[in-house]
């Protein structure tokens, strides 16, 4: 069964198509991770599924059920969780306070923060401090803690590594492995494919807002090195 | 003692109606991002309500209490979020305010339509009539009791839900990102119009408290409440705690001031002027804001203007000035004449607001030092008055910037309402005085001043029509000067320190040196203005560069869109060539004309970029056209010529000026899709896919390959190499 | 003596101790580097360095100059220039405008003879944004963003250039060609030092790198002492791969 499935789904910024029919699945209790180049459109297809941008046309179905035009807050209850590019925190609150904003997913405040300071030691110690005013790869861990504490059925990451030390991402993506383990689908966009090719179980490529490929993350690696050294 | 306890307790009580109201305010502030400077009309509203249902129909207190705090208020401010307030998410400060100074506007506008000024409205204090609490020394009124412990539950009670409970975290989440707080699942709409609901709930119970200590004015009690946001300003707008405190300091001065201030004539204005004064201190004493980063994207958008479109602006704008002062019949002229200077002060806020983000709320006051030094340095209309008047204006403009510059946004926006409050209620209304014994000052002299028309190359121009064609010259020229600056370094400079003053601090720029520039280059254009406007007026009062006046040209140029001149053509002709239209077309309707400055400020959260920016759109088939615009211009012209052989009447003439352009529009419109039309079955490609996306339609190649692997980076580099 | 010197810089915010007595040196004609692991402290550093944020105690001299009292507009005036993390770009303005205003605000003040307009396309040129130059900068993706920032930089003329995290956001081919243009401003003779967590760019071209931990300098040294610094592998690095 497709926990998300997108078919033929057309999206755009104004009048400017961004997405193209993009027909992609994701498997319950898998990893997939979308790959592609900058302005691909990646972005856009997470936001699609987690209802922030509008279809044009297409479906949008999750576990089945067509979802196009669902609130993203509606999504969000839903078990749908999407941890955006870039900040995904709210910087004028503390740190506890976005974690008490993690409770409208249903779960209680003292579970978000069990778990989350559990994942995070480093939030513990700065759950009194403004979210805006921690470094880069805190703010990070803090967005992250979301995906973790709020038990979703969906996990959409989007850029997750982006600014973080090598040894957080490595832990980071660990802990995506051992998530997926418990059963949660995850669809995890980015650019560099060496980082997530590991812990995938399907691979797809974006170019252009067009899926130019679909495979196990083996496939797509010995595709690519066979074009090379066959042409 | 017992007079310094009276006042104490006067000032606490009126210390109390300040914590409830700017408790109100910083709701809104820390729930929405709006600096809602319709919060006290809104207060305004609710005691007309009161008095209205208590004191007219005679209904009983708690009946009129709970339906106005319980039910009106909050409906209201759903109706305000619903309708206003969503459309201003990801807007600059600047349209921010704006919509709000325009709510503001609009409210005074309706409580007088609803209630007609000029009519006494007694309101009695709650328990008027059971005998005061005695407090051994004084005593106190139960009205003053009540207002007290309203303002301490609403501080204690505002407290805990913003921090305690999860949707009062909601609605400060919401401010930061709206659209993660929905990904959090928090339904950020419904949480923004209880949030409204809130703040609105708080102004009204403000404006029930405060009312029947002062006459019931729709404009007094909308901008009395400036104390208010001297103490909200002192919380930063965000602690609760804080704007408690700066509550009672603020009206505890207000007390004493009342109860100590010696009589003299020099001083009554400068009691009336107090809650400003206070203002600005408080805003003095600030600490210094640490350097502003990158902030949220805004939607705004200024194309650069090019010089030919600006010649084309200008010379249109002369043409506009010569047909005017020659259709129109000297009271028109009078009347319609002002866009030109009004519309050169509104092109004061271009360089400052529109490029440099500043916002500054007392152009006006800008203008009437220019208009003041015209009539006092330009007897007999001497031309180098005008110089004067520019540099005069400019230099006090970058004195009230040294202190100002600290501030930026919000903050400098309410400095700068300060500053012009102090003027026209303080310094403007001072009877002769001298400075230091050796200079005399006498502003406005009897309440008003002569001022002479312009004398230049030995020609008078009095005549309301050769006013109007210098005013349109002069339009024209500053407009040029504002196009040059925009194009140009500083232009660049400024628009660049509006993005990032971190960013430009790091790269060596000199901030001060910068603000300081552009503040005065602002304040001698709006001098000039007003010099221009002081000659048009031919005699000058205070009350014509009032904050109330310096709103209006602020709104409109933003809704016109600030940051092109275009918008300030705009400002001038909707306040003084539109408004006076409609009075003369609809009679019936004058009384509602009151509400169209707020009306069309408070659509602009539709679009940002302003109303000629649209306008621009509208018409851009046409200026690609040259056939449409020669006939467009010819038949103009032609107009132009039968109305001066009076065949036709001024009505028929202006029906004439907005029909032919709209006409031309709609067929160049036309004519530019059919003809695209044409190109596109000319084309033999049935598909018309973008030449971008020609190699993906193909099957997939190694060449795709070899550019996908390069961006994506999945396999060495080397390999690129002749293998 | 280093061209730019940090001595024994110490801030706290609150009760976290960000830097913790710190000392640091970048010599010209070589790349720096400063890695460490989230939150250890290298924006707050950067901030230090070029006078946004005043530091608890601590020294910063340029030149020999102490620039402890200078504002950060008379500190890039000494010839330092910086990048940012989260980008402070002029969203407003194209990629051309952009670094035409960092090269009008240097000629303003060094009356140096130089042409804004020609140092600007050849910056341009330099860093490869040639087919950009006119877009709006906030329609570009990160990592040109990131390269409009350092071609601002660039414009100042400076001694010093403090870039954080300058190719995150990048992909890896143009981390490459990134590296090249990196390698080439140092041997041009300034002074660089680079903020990353793209350990290989760092490793590649920084001559010498220092490791921040919890505020802390841990570890400085050449790339391949650092590679096999136990300290350096258990906060940052990490064992894998
Ligand atoms: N708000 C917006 N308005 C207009 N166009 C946009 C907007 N956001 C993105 N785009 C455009 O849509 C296209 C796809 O963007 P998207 O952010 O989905 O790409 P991406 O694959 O995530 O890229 P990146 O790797 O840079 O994050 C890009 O060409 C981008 O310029
Ligand atoms: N204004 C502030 N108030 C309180 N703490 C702060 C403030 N600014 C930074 N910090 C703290 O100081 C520490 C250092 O932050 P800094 O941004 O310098 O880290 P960094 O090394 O740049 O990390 P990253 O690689 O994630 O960007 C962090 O723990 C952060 O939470
Ligand atoms: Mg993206
Ligand atoms: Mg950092």
């Known amino acids: 069964m497709n926990l998300l499935e997108f078919r033929n789904v057309r999206a755009a910024y104004d009048r400017i198509d961004v997405l193209f029919g993009i027909d992609l699945e994701v498997p319950a209790g898998s990893v997939v991770a979308l790959l592609g180049p900058n302005g691909a459109g990646k972005t856009t297809t997470l936001r699609v599924a987690a209802g922030l941008h509008p279809v044009l046309s297409g479906d949008v179905l999750v576990a089945g059920r067509r979802v196009n035009g669902t609130a993203p807050e509606e999504l969000a209850r839903r078990g749908i969780c999407l941890i955006p590019e870039g900040r995904g925190i709210f910087p004028n609150l503390s740190v506890r306070e976005n974690l008490r904003m993690m409770t409208y997913a249903g779960v209680t405040l003292s579970a978000v923060e069990a778990e989350a300071y559990e994942r995070f030691p480093r939030l513990k110690e700065r759950r009194r401090q403004l979210a805006g005013t921690m470094s880069g790869g805190e703010q990070q861990m803090l967005a992250m803690a979301r995906g973790l504490a709020t038990s979703p059925a969906l996990l959409l990451l989007d850029e997750l590594s982006m600014g973080l030390a090598p040894i957080i991402v490595e832990e980071l993506y660990s802990i995506v492995a051992q998530v997926a383990r418990e059963g949660v689908s995850i669809l995890v966009v980015e650019q560099f494919a060496s980082t997530v090719l590991g812990v995938a179980d399907l691979a797809a490529v974006l170019v252009h807002g067009r899926i130019a490929r679909v495979g196990t993350p083996a496939e797509l690696q010995d595709d690519l090195s066979k074009a090379y050294l066959g042409g | 003692m017992d007079k310094f306890l009276t006042f104490t307790i006067v000032g606490l009580s009126l210390a109390a109606i300040y914590a409830v109201i700017a408790s109100g305010l910083v709701l809104t502030f820390t729930t929405t991002g709006i600096f809602n400077f319709a919060h006290g009309a809104a207060g305004m509203l609710a005691a007309f309500t009161y008095w209205q249902l208590r004191f007219e129909w005679g209904w009983p207190v708690p009946v009129c209490l709970v339906l106005i705090l319980g039910v009106m208020a909050p409906l209201f401010g759903v109706l305000l979020e619903v309708v206003v307030m969503r459309g201003l998410r990801g807007t600059t400060d600047t349209v921010k305010l704006v919509v709000s100074i325009s709510l503001l506007l609009f409210m005074i506008g309706l409580a007088q339509l609803i209630w007609p000024p000029g009519v006494s409205r007694p309101m009695s204090k709650f328990f008027q009539t059971s005998t005061p609490i005695n407090l051994g020394p004084t005593t106190i009124t139960w009205h003053q009791a009540i207002t007290i412990m309203v303002a301490i539950v609403a501080a204690i009670g505002l407290r805990l839900v913003l921090t305690r409970f999860r949707f009062g975290i909601a609605m400060r989440a919401a401010v930061d990102d709206p659209s993660l707080s929905a990904l959090n699942g928090a339904r950020p709409n419904r949480i923004s119009m209880l949030a409204w609901a809130l703040g609105t709930a708080l102004a009204a119970l403000g404006g029930i408290l405060i009312a029947p200590n002062v006459t019931l004015d729709a404009p007094s009690l909308s901008l009395l409440i400036v104390s208010a946001y001297a103490a909200a300003i002192f919380g930063r707008l965000r602690s609760l705690p804080l704007t408690f405190l700066g509550a009672i300091v603020l009206g505890l001065t207000e007390g004493y001031l009342t109860g100590y201030l010696p009589q003299n004539q020099y001083l009554p204005g400068l009691r009336i002027a107090s809650p400003a004064l206070l203002l600005f201190l408080v805003l003095l004493v600030l600490p210094n804001p640490r350097l502003r980063g990158r902030m949220t994207r805004s939607r705004e958008f200024f194309p650069m203007p090019s010089i030919r479109g600006t010649l084309v602006f200008g010379g249109v704008v002369i043409v506009g000035g010569v047909v005017l002062a020659t259709t129109l019949s000297t009271p028109d002229q009078l009347t319609y004449g002002r866009l030109f200077p009004i519309g050169i002060i509104a092109l004061s806020l271009v360089p400052l607001v529109g490029f440099a983000g500043q916002i500054s709320l007392c152009q006006l006051s800008f203008a009437g030092i220019g208009g003041l030094v015209m009539a006092h340095l330009g007897h007999g209309g001497d031309p180098v008055a005008l110089i004067w008047a520019v540099l005069i204006s400019a230099a006090v403009g970058a004195l009230i910037a040294l202190p100002a510059l600290r501030l930026s946004g919000i903050y400098l926006a309410l400095g700068t309402a300060a500053f012009a409050t102090i003027l026209d209620r303080w310094i403007f209304t001072l009877p002769k005085f001298s400075v230091f014994g050796w200079f005399n000052v006498d502003l406005f002299t009897q309440g008003s001043i002569n001022v002479d028309p312009l004398t230049a190359f030995g020609k008078t121009f009095n005549s309301a029509a050769s006013q109007i064609v210098i005013g349109a010259i002069f339009f024209a020229l500053v407009a040029f000067l504002v196009v040059m600056i925009r194009r140009g370094r500083l232009g660049r400079r400024l628009i660049a320190m509006k993005d990032s003053e971190a960013a430009c601090a790091t790269l060596g720029m000199n901030l001060f040196g910068t603000k300081l520039l552009v503040f005065s280059i602002s304040a001698g254009i709006a001098g000039l203005g007003g010099a221009l406007y002081a000659m048009q007026l031919t005699s000058i009062q205070s009350g014509n560069f009032d904050l109330v006046n310096s709103l209006q040209v602020f709104a409109l140029s933003v809704v016109g869109g600030i940051g092109a001149v275009g918008g300030a053509l705009f400002a001038g002709i909707s306040l003084y060539v539109v408004l006076p239209v409609i009075g003369v077309l609809f009679p019936t309707v004058v009384r509602w004309v009151g509400l169209l400055p707020g009306a069309t400020g408070i659509g602009l959260g539709r679009d940002p970029n302003g109303a000629v920016s649209q306008m621009r759109d509208g018409f851009a088939p046409l200026a690609g056209s040259p056939s449409s615009l020669l006939v467009m211009t010819l038949t103009l012209a032609a107009l132009y010529g039968i109305r001066l052989i009076d065949a036709i009447d001024n009505w028929t003439f202006v029906g004439g000026l907005v029909i032919v352009p709209l006409v031309a529009s709609v067929i160049a419109t036309v004519s530019a899709a059919s003809k695209e039309r044409m190109l596109a079955q000319l084309e033999d490609a049935p598909d018309r896919t973008p030449m971008e996306w020609i190699g993906i339609d193909r099957p997939w190649t190694t060449e795709d390959l070899a550019t996908l692997d390069l961006a994506l980076g999945t396999s060495e580099l080397e390999l690129h190499g002749p293998a | ?241």
Request: overall charge negative; glycine content about 10%.
């Open chain 3, 1 to 241: 003596m280093a061209l730019l010197e940090v001595s024994e810089v110490t801030v706290r915010f609150g009760g976290n101790v960000a830097l913790d007595d710190v000392h640091l040196g970048a010599e010209p004609g070589i790349v720096t580097g400063l890695i460490g692991p989230n939150g250890a402290g290298k924006t707050t550093l950067f901030n230090v360095i070029t006078g946004l944020l005043p530091p608890n105690v601590g020294k910063v001299t340029i030149d020999g100059r102490n620039v402890n009292r200078l504002s950060p507009t008379k500190r890039a005036r000494c010839g330092m220039a910086r990048t940012f993390q989260r980008l402070e770009l002029f969203s407003l303005l194209s990629v051309r405008e952009n670094i035409r205003v960092a090269a009008d605000v240097h000629k303003g003040w060094a009356r140096d003879g130089s042409n804004p307009a020609e140092v600007v396309e050849e910056i341009i040129e330099r860093v490869g944004l040639t087919a950009v130059a006119d877009a709006r900068v906030d329609s570009l993706p990160t990592g040109q963003c990131r390269l409009v920032e350092l071609g601002r930089c660039l414009a100042t003329k400076p001694k010093v250039m403090l870039l954080d995290e300058p190719a995150s956001g990048q992909s890896e081919a143009e981390t490459v060609i990134f590296a090249e243009l990196l390698q080439s401003l140092a041997a041009g003779g300034m002074a660089v030092v680079l903020v990353e967590h793209d350990v290989a760019l760092v490793m590649n071209v920084c001559a010498r790198v220092n490791v921040l931990d919890f505020g802390r300098i841990i570890a400085s040294g050449t790339p391949s002492e650092i590679q096999n610094d136990q300290a350096v592998l258990s906060a940052y690095l990490g064992t894998g791969s």
